[in-house]
């Protein structure tokens, strides 16, 4: 049921569902029934954090793999951010390069983010019409040709646009100053050691980007969202903005509740993301977060890249792509952690369908398993356990920090609008995925 844990019937007419009912309900509506045994049917799961890299740097990544991966993993829609692709999704042409590299490629729904540049102010709001479902910008070099950074002074310049278009704006919260200075007092030291990498990367520039940013929030009144909090140390400002009533929503991601930096040794650079996984007790208090209900969802931040940017040979972290790819595992991996702290399958639907769901603006069909909803669902066997084998990755290039753990919870069967779309490792059907607009009608495809 919506919102409680036990047996139930999904009636499911053409896309949507038409009701939940009780098992003894369900055969005097239908004799056409699937009877999934002890499963858990969960919603299907919403990725409002992706770098698909879309049109242009296929190589990476593309919409056919990682809508796979996506579906594989539970998910009905991801959401792709706006910096991998060439051209950067920051202007309407830009919208329109994307729609047309996803036509008849994705296995589940997807929606973009537009991009805040330093120059594209003056198209915010075209952007937001031309359909995406909100804005990404990033206070520190992403390190990546085709996308800039923005000053606090650009960044006044483009929040009158974005609050006037009531969208959220997504902010890599690290500003550049602190890093700076950390990386400088660190630079002779050994980039082997992960320990170095992690100096360089303080919480104080988590922090002292979070405090600009909700001093903006509080100033212009835009919805605020900041994605993969790494730092604990935000925790306690981020509730009391919130408890002023600052539209700030909050994310992290499976890397930081699950790694620890104690786990990451030398040379492992497929543990390496940015902001940086800290240490043990940081992750506890992560989860703490999430108990408390300021850390508001989950999501995966997949950021694949071909193996060799990785560095593996040579175990460097500072010459390593920082990106973890976890499209497929994220819900073993979090309901493996959850498990084990008390936490229930209500918590995961709440964490990763509902509130990335109304973040994307796309709550109102997605993320839920209520009569009127999109027919999106799981079929997760909560007890089942696997190996993490380059076979269940489905991405375009299957390295991962997990191959060889043992995760508990299996997907079993993902469905889209009614749709199987992932059944125990197959895909059945042809790729039906659909394009999420901001008002949630589906768009057609060129």
């Known amino acids: 049921m919506p919102d409680r844990i036990g047996p139930a019937a999904i009636l499911v007419e053409g896309e949507r569902v038409h009701a939940v009912v009780s098992l003894d309900q369900a055969h005097s509506y239908t004799d056409q029934v699937q009877d999934f045994g002890e499963a858990a049917i969960l919603p299907g799961l919403v990725d409002s954090h992706v770098h698909i890299n879309d049109p242009g740097r296929t190589e990476w990544e593309g919409f056919e793999t990682a809508t796979r991966a996506a579906a594989a993993g539970g998910y009905s829609i991801l959401v792709d951010m ?11 042409a830009a919208v329109e390069a994307k729609r047309k590299a996803a ?10 983010w537009g991009g ?3 120059d594209n102010q003056k198209d915010l709001e075209s952007l937001a019409e031309a359909g995406v479902l909100g804005f990404k910008c990033f206070l520190i070099d992403p390190g990546i040709d085709g996308f800039t950074m923005v000053t606090e002074e650009q960044l006044r310049s483009a929040l009158p646009h974005i609050a006037r278009t009531g969208l959220p704006l997504l902010v890599h919260a690290e500003l550049p100053g602190p890093i700076a200075r950390a990386t400088e007092a660190v630079s002779k030291a050994d980039w082997g050691h992960y320990s170095t990498y992690l100096q360089s990367r303080p919480d104080e520039a988590e922090l002292a980007a979070i405090r600009l940013m909700t001093a903006l929030c509080r100033e212009y009144g835009f919805r605020l969202h900041i994605v993969h909090l790494a730092t604990w140390q935000a925790l306690e400002e981020l509730r009391a903005a919130r408890s002023e009533g600052l539209p700030i929503t909050v994310e992290t ?12 040794g030398d040379g492992f650079t497929l543990g390496k993301c940015a902001p940086p996984i800290r240490n043990r007790e940081n992750r506890e208090k992560l989860w703490d ?9 989950v999501v995966t931040d997949h950021s694949p890249c071909p193996p060799a940017m990785k560095r593996q040979k040579e175990g460097n972290f500072r010459d390593a792509w920082g990106g973890i790819a976890s499209l497929s595992l994220a819900l073993p991996l979090i309901w493996t952690e959850a498990r084990s702290r008390g936490f229930t399958l209500l918590d995961l639907a709440r964490w990763m369908a509902s509130a990335p769901a109304r973040l994307a603006g ?5 993320g839920r398993l209520a009569a009127g909803w999109d027919a999106d669902f799981v079929v997760f066997d909560p007890d089942g356990e696997f190996v993490v084998a380059k076979e269940r990755l489905h991405y375009r290039h299957p390295i991962s920090p997990y191959i060889g753990e043992t995760l508990r919870g ?5 469905y889209l609008r009614g749709r199987c779309v992932f059944a125990e490792g197959t895909f059945p059907g042809n790729a039906c995925g659909r394009e999420i607009a901001p008002d949630m009608k589906i768009r057609s495809s060129p």
Do not use: S
């Open 253 to 264: 991601c499976p890397h930081y509740l699950h790694i620890c930096a104690e786990k990451i």
């Open 103 to 112: 036509h008849g490629r994705c296995h589940v729904d997807w929606g973009m």
């Open 82 to 92: 706006p910096l991998n692709c060439l051209p950067a999704t920051t202007t309407v």
């Open 289 to 297: 977060g999430l108990r408390d209900g300021i850390i508001d969802m």
């Open 116 to 118: 805040v540049a330093r």
């Open 410 to 414: 299996v997907v079993r069967e993902t």
């Open 362 to 366: 796309c709550d109102e069909r997605k």
